[in-house]
């Protein structure tokens, strides 16, 4: 198993209440080149956490660094334009991301959260992480 150290959260940079599925996140990357999401979890409009990417092997995710990390994104994080970052999370989001963050941190004992933007000049995930 790989060591973990970071558990890093994003948004999918959508508008408000567009729900995303993980086999469009796919597409995505692999329309980017990748081998397949670069995401090993996904937190939908309605809380329900998914699989991505098997944590055994690194994410794509936030370039530099993927090899010590464990990526998360939630549906949203932009206002109707698509472009401004808003916080979008349902309540259901807000849970399901608690727990998500709890739980891996139990996993990986000493990892700690943060957001895309402690990594990368972008507003993602377009909340305070403190707030994990």
Known sequence: MRTIKKIIIHSTATPAGRAVSVGEIDA????????????????GLDGEVSAG????????HCLGQNADSVGVVYVG??????????????EAQRVAL????????GCFPGAKVYGHRDF???ACPSFPIEEL
């Not at 995505?28 to 937190?43: L, M, N, P």
């Not at 994080?77 to 349902?90: E, I, L, N, S």
Request: charged share 25%; proline share 4%; glycine share 12%.
């Open 28 to 43: 995505w990357h692999r329309a980017r080149g990748y081998e397949g999401i670069g995401y090993h979890f996904v937190v």
């Open 53 to 60: 990417r098997a944590l055994e092997k690194a994410g794509a």
């Open 77 to 90: 994080g932009t206002a109707a334009d698509g472009k401004t970052p808003v916080d979008t999370r349902t």
């Open 98 to 105: 608690r727990a998500v963050a709890a739980t891996l941190k």
């Open 120 to 122: 990368r000049p972008t």
